[in-house]
């Protein structure tokens, strides 16, 4: 085909396309769209995980959370886990409840003291992830991960099991919620690190069957405390 013949066509086809252009209102309400998550955020993203293939353990106190946790590394026996250094963990005393256990803990503050290979070997050696999240959300059952020195995205990503442990101060009901929450946390444009986690890592490249961890944990907890 010359190449006259081939740009005659393109534009017959651009403007046959112009006769089904979709033209926007701009007067749009700001609630378009919202879905919210009803009245009970926590048992509203507790379902929302179980429904897209994560395992979702609803407690109703910081107690009830490290129980779960310490029946989760009960049940894994991991030998080591690469743990985020992060407020709600370090209240619930995850670093105590893994000494206790006898499961060394991999952290920001190891891996500082580590050459870059050595970083690499303990990162690919851990067993579990364990973290909280930036954000839940309710509506779509998905976590939002801001990652930055202590908390980082391997730690969700690398080992086989990831444990996310989330309480209801950091759950929104709907993603439209999360960037007036990022507004408000001082991210006037999207932070350069910014992940949604809904369900175990899944994919369908190999001969369209569906199959779980190929690119990332096959089993993925969520604690959500009430």
Known sequence: MKRAEFLARVRTAAEAGRAYRVEVDHNIPETAGYVGAGDDLSA????????VGGKSILVDDRDAACAALEQLLQQYEPRE?????HPLLEELGVANILAAKGIARLAHEQLVALSPQEQRERILAADIGITS???AIAETGSLVMISQPGRERLASLLPPVHVAIVERAQILPDLFDL???LREAGYDNLP?????ITGPSKTGDIEL????GVHGPGLWHVIVIR
């Open 192 to 196: 350069s690190n910014l992940a949604f």
């Open 179 to 181: 960037f007036g929450k």
């Open 133 to 135: 999240a930036t954000f």
């Open 209 to 212: 069957t569906l199959t779980t």
């Open 81 to 85: 886990a690469f743990c985020w250094q």
């Open 44 to 51: 509203a993203l507790a379902a929302e995980i179980a429904a």
